[in-house]
């Protein structure tokens, strides 16, 4: 079955069409929890269920305090070099972070948490200059921390409702605001109320993510090694999120939002029967 169809006037071009088909792919049907049960042997799909209260709160706390940190990197402002996204640089960093925080274990998340997401942020923005954005922006700055909130989902999930264009739609007021806030302002700090209100939000779906890792942290065999292993992993699950993203809104602006998410969603039913059709037997 091909997702790709003949091309009609107007329409998005057949080489644009298979770049947004792997956005898609990346976007909707690329998880962590995939990639850790795969490392680990383990289930991670339902996270939550394995990891105490007690930690899920430390997971929580560490989440809120990584995102403000991300927050007050991103209202820094971005480099804007020339070149491709240079992945390998920032898994190796997240490697070396989480090689140090599986040798000390959960008591290292608060620490370690926020040194990883502001790695994941670096590489995210990275991604979002290779396809072409404006990196002085602050609206680049806060489409840069949505990506937090992207692949939330469990890999059982085949819901539209926890889909890319939804969530995206459920920031675009917080995002709106904070973007408005930061034009009036120039400048803002991340206690600001619009921006506590977009963490918030990113948070309840980065923190899905977080608690999965955490959960592979879990399984007897984690330490130093296995660690640095769940820490690339977790980097280059965010790299593909921010490819899909990006590549995403870089053809919104070629071709308009209402021409590329109708193309979008085209593409994820077509996804949704081919992983359908192998998965029968």
């Known amino acids: 079955m091909s997702l790709i169809e003949n091309q009609a006037p107007g329409a998005i071009t057949f080489e ?28 991670l799909g339902a996270a939550g ?9 430390v997971v929580s706390k560490a989440v809120e305090i990584a995102l403000r940190t991300a927050m007050r990197n991103a209202l820094r402002g971005m480099r804007d070099k020339r070149g491709p996204a240079t992945s390998h640089t920032h898994r190796s960093l997240a490697t070396l972070s989480g090689a140090a925080g599986g040798a000390i274990g959960l008591a290292a998340l608060p620490v370690e948490l926020p040194v990883s997401t502001v790695l994941i ?14 990196m002085h922006s602050p609206e680049v700055a806060l489409a840069c921390m949505e990506v937090f ?12 409702d926890s889909g890319y264009f939804t ?16 034009a009036a302002q120039g400048a803002a700090k991340d206690s600001a109320p619009v921006l506590v209100k977009l963490i918030a939000e990113i948070a309840s779906r980065f923190g899905i993510i ?15 090694i296995a660690g640095a292993g ?9 790299q593909g ?38 998965a029968k037997p």
């Open 16 to 43: 644009d069409q298979q770049v947004l088909a792997e956005a898609v792919r990346l976007l909707e049907y690329t998880s962590l929890a995939t990639r850790l049960t795969n490392m680990v042997g383990a289930t």
């Open 49 to 57: 269920n394995m990891v105490p209260q007690s930690v899920r709160k």
């Open 121 to 134: 942020l670096r590489a995210i923005a990275d991604v979002a200059r290779s396809e072409g954005e404006d």
């Open 149 to 160: 909130a992207l692949g939330g989902n469990s890999p059982s999930d085949d819901s539209m």
């Open 167 to 182: 969530v995206r739609t459920v920031l675009a007021k917080s995002v709106t605001e904070a973007a408005k806030y930061l």
């Open 210 to 224: 977080v608690t999965q890792k955490v959960a592979a942290q879990t399984v007897p065999v984690i330490g130093a």
């Open 230 to 238: 769940i820490n690339y992993a977790f980097m280059a699950h965010f």
């Open 241 to 278: 999120l921010a490819r899909g993203h990006f590549t995403v809104r870089r053809l919104e602006r070629l071709y308009g939002q209402d021409v590329v998410r109708a193309e979008y969603e085209r593409l994820a039913l077509v996804w949704r029967e081919v992983k359908t059709a192998n």
